[in-house]
């Protein structure tokens, strides 16, 4: 083989590898190996077969068949070892054959209406198992030599290492599929869950007698409709561990304005600007709490006269860092009545600040302002 014919080939075949791991169309990466190879070999017809559960082989792709002879995904061949393909991939070995001295195989109809005198066949496998053949065949007297076989099955390797590519791909598109499905099926039954632990709460607080008891009860309501609104946000998003911060934070504000029987554009105004940026699960967890004992705490306390602002910001600092202020210009915090169990939400923000290894600051002039700098 000439210099010219080797570097020719191995060009051929560094363009097609190249393409071939990262192609998704895998009949037209089987077409395009079959033009190649016949170029390559100087060959007029190339051809894939596939290997089939019964054993039989399915023409995929080819080179040089005219469509009344044969069709991909349509035309069949005996496999197994009746033909050269078939035993070539029963033993994984090429197969060097002259047609017309050939006693081993039946030729088949492809093989004699095409005029076939020589054909070479390498197998394809995937991860060391069978997929099927990789077929050249001339017209002429010219035997196929070691070089051209050598060609053949390098081929043949990189075809199956992209075809064990996209059945990889496949399998992980259907596994993260699955996921997804799962994913939501939880989402939707916690999101219930808590609906129904709300619900159960609502009732008791009807129950019970004494302003105490329903101030408890009031207090836990908030917190667990906090964790509702995460799995709403995230469900609503289709998101798997993410939620948009401004979205869930506003939505969480106007829900403590209703719970507390006011509309945030009323005499106590409520006001959000807050960086685009999304945050895992358990971070709008621990901010969604933090929010709802500070909305709480506020709208209960800091506003005696029955009017006044309470505010939250989010500015991104870079470095993937947020500063969360949440703001209200009433009576600062001095001076407003202990929440039962002697400050309970107080003691909760600084636990989940710690959670979120976040630098927590506490200001009191004119109102009360909490000022949280966390990664995100």
């Known amino acids: 083989m000439s210099d010219h014919i080797w570097l020719r080939r191995q060009q051929a075949l ?16 089987l077409a395009e190996a079959c033009r190649l190879v016949a170029q390559g070999l100087d060959s007029p017809i190339a051809k894939v077969l596939k290997q089939m ?33 078939g035993f070539s991939i029963k033993t ?18 492809i093989v004699r209406q095409m005029g076939v005198t020589y054909s ?39 075809l199956g290492a992209a075809i064990q590519q996209q059945r990889n791909a496949r399998r992980i598109e259907a596994l993260l599929e699955t996921q997804k499905l799962l994913f939501s099926e939880l989402q939707h039954r916690v999101k219930n869950d808590l609906q129904i632990i709300l619900i159960l709460i609502e009732l008791q607080q009807r129950r019970v007698t004494g302003d105490e008891a329903r101030e408890h009860l009031n207090i836990i309501l908030g917190r667990v409709d906090a964790l509702r609104l995460v ?30 029987g006011l509309e945030p554009a009323g005499p106590i105004k409520l006001t959000t600007e807050i960086a685009p ?27 005696p006269q029955g009017s006044g602002t309470i505010s939250i910001s989010g500015t991104s600092l870079g470095d993937h860092r947020l500063r969360l202020t949440f703001a209200d210009d ?22 989940l600040g710690r959670q979120l290894d976040a630098e927590v600051v506490w200001k009191t002039e004119r109102g009360t302002r909490l000022e949280l700098t966390f990664s995100v």
């Open 330 to 351: 009433g009576r600062g915090q001095a001076a407003r009545p202990k929440e039962p169990e002697t400050g309970t939400g107080l003691r909760l923000i600084a636990m």
């Open 231 to 260: 799995h709403e946000r995230m469900f609503a998003g289709q998101a798997v561990d993410r939620v948009n911060l401004a979205e869930y934070l506003r939505l969480l504000s106007a829900t403590r304005f209703q719970m507390h």
């Open 14 to 29: 560094a363009e097609f590898g190249t393409g071939a791991l990262s192609s998704s169309n895998i009949d037209g990466l």
């Open 53 to 85: 559960p019964d054993d039989g082989l399915l023409l995929c792709a080819d080179h040089g068949i005219p469509r009344k002879i044969a069709e991909p995904g349509k035309t069949r061949i005996e496999g197994d070892t009746k033909s050269a393909a």
């Open 92 to 109: 994984r070995k090429p197969v060097l054959s002259h047609v017309s001295s050939e006693e081993r195989f039946d030729p088949g109809d």
């Open 277 to 303: 940026v999304t945050i895992d699960h358990d971070r709008a967890v621990s901010l969604g709490l933090i929010a709802n004992e500070f909305l709480t705490n506020s709208l209960k306390h800091a506003f």
């Open 120 to 158: 070479v066949n390498v197998p394809i496998c995937c991860e060391d198992v069978p997929y099927g053949a990789l077929e050249a065949d001339r017209t002429d007297e010219r035997p196929y030599s070691e070089a051209d076989v050598n060609f053949l099955q390098t081929y043949a390797n990189v």
